[in-house]
């Protein structure tokens, strides 16, 4: 059972000090991205007929690169009848399940007060809509029973159990508008498509299921006021309460406005996100409704590792770019941005310093050391030094910045085979390295100023084939170490102790 002391909160305002705990070995990780509501219909449809790849075109990239992605799905597939006193037609032509394939979607929950608004025909379709695609529906069953039954995935060596419930308390039971009488012994396949409803011990049971199963366990809940910008109570508390049975990711949509993110536990995290707002939605007649948070979580069997949150703004059935929100506390990079680091990974100790190139041996070194950076399989020295100064094309191009010390001297990175041969040296750097970790195709950095030996800033490089591409630096200080975040037997650049 996992603690349920507060670590982290607020979205973009997080503090993420890792409590002090033994260091563990790497464990298999996926990266699960999650977001929140998407709507397919009204509005949207219109794009969806006349520009479909443009609706998800500037997310696509990110959604593919996830191990997993899941989406809410507020609009039945079917263009079967509404049942009568239905307000709200959310509906969306059944061949849009494969404009959510095609962005990167792996799985879709129906466990919303949606999903049964054309009857349990349009739940049928909905569901043979998604299987046609390729989507794996969460959510729906034979029974009330069946329908919070976790449903269990393998993914980078991880296995996910999701489990879903609707627990708005307006959800609409799907049903036939036009019954049978004599349904005979099959019934058919829309009486085999309940819509999973909270129940509390059918929610435990299905829990208690899926961690005697999985590595991970995700809850979706569809729950919470509308347009309420923080959890209800008795949101809340059902979200304390999946903590405490085992839930690793508490996958909140419903309120159609961002909730804070918490995340919870002592050596175990979980992570509590009770309302990632709206991806993707036609009507935005409320502040807050045109902005959803994109959450992508590092999970194994150890639990929540490392995760990032990101904002996403949608307009005209169009989804909009990721903005990532910098990391608070200690940070993995990986060679698409910076995560924060909630475990305390197992560093990879440093060997000693190698000998210095002796083509930058007359130079004043300020710190060396060595690893497969260029991922050849052969072991590279990297060197930060500082050497006198000779004009530079970048430096004439660039004349604000301050390129020189009072020394009279310019700051490089370079890299050198294991004969001391050059392999890469920057002409000069803005933002020299006073300290460094070589890991596998990327390093480590910490920077000073060229004037003055108090850190600045941290960063990670990652190679790139030719050089290095630079992820945004961190301000303030941190040490710079390896890491095997992610279980994939690479180590990854990891800054610790920032502030």
């Not at 036609?282 to 949150?309: F, I, N, W």
Request: contains cysteine.
């Amino acid at each position: 059972m996992v603690a349920a002391a507060l670590v982290v909160a607020s979205i973009g305002g997080r503090v993420a000090d890792p409590p002090a705990t033994t260091t563990r070995p790497p464990a298999p990780a996926v990266r699960i991205l999650l977001v929140g509501d998407v709507m397919l219909g009204r509005g949207v449809a219109d794009v969806a007929s006349l520009d479909p790849s443009s609706i998800f075109a500037d997310v696509a990239p990110i959604f593919e690169r996830a191990d997993l992605t899941l989406a809410n799905l507020e609009s039945p597939l079917t263009a079967r009848d509404l049942l009568d006193g239905v307000a709200n037609d959310l509906r969306a032509d059944p061949v849009t399940a494969r404009l959510l394939a095609g962005a990167g979607f792996d799985v879709a929950t129906m466990a919303n007060n949606h999903a049964g608004d054309a009857g349990l025909e349009g739940v049928a379709d909905t569901v043979a809509a998604a299987d046609a695609a390729g989507l794996v529906i969460a959510g729906v069953g034979t029974d009330a029973r069946d329908a919070l039954a976790p449903i269990f995935l393998e993914a980078a060596g991880v296995t996910v159990a999701i489990v879903a419930a609707d627990a708005t308390g307006a959800s609409r039971q799907p049903r036939d508008p036009h019954p049978d009488p004599d349904p005979g012994p099959d019934p058919g396949a829309a009486a085999r498509h309940v819509v999973a409803a909270w129940d509390d011990d059918l929610v435990a049971g299905a829990i208690t299921s899926a961690r005697d199963a999985a590595d991970v366990v995700i809850m979706s809940l569809h729950a919470g006021a509308e347009y309420l910008d923080v959890p209800d109570r008795d949101t809340a508390l059902r979200a304390a309460r999946l903590v405490d049975l085992g839930v690793d990711v508490v996958w909140g949509h419903g309120a159609h406005v961002r909730h804070p993110i918490e995340v919870v536990g002592a050596h175990r995290f979980a992570v509590v996100a009770t309302s990632l707002g709206n991806l993707l939605f036609d009507r935005q007649l409320v502040p807050g409704t045109g902005t959803g948070t994109v959450l992508e979580v590092l999970a194994g069997a150890d639990g929540v590792v490392a995760m990032r949150t990101g904002t996403v703004r949608h307009a005209h059935g169009r989804v909009g770019p990721v903005t990532w929100d910098p990391p608070v506390g200690d940070a993995v990079a990986f060679d698409d941005g910076w995560f924060d680091l909630l475990a305390t990974p197992r560093v990879e100790p440093m060997p000693d310093p190698p000998p210095v190139p002796g083509i930058v041996a007359p130079h004043d070194v300020v710190a060396v050391a060595s690893g497969d950076v260029d991922v050849d399989g052969l072991t590279e020295t990297v060197v930060s030094f500082r050497r006198p100064a000779r004009p530079t094309a970048l430096q004439k191009a660039l004349p604000t910045i301050t390129w020189i010390d009072r020394a009279g001297r310019s700051a490089h990175l370079g890299v050198y085979t294991s004969s001391g041969a050059q392999r890469w040296v920057a002409g000069s750097v803005a933002r020299p390295v006073a300290a460094l970790a070589v890991c596998d195709g990327a390093v480590a950095l910490v920077h000073d100023s060229l004037d003055d030996q108090a850190i600045m800033a941290t960063g990670a490089w990652w190679w790139n084939g030719f050089g290095f591409d630079e992820l945004p630096d961190l301000p303030g200080a941190g040490t710079a170490e390896c890491a095997d975040v992610d279980g994939d037997g690479d180590t990854e650049p990891i800054v610790t102790g920032r502030s």
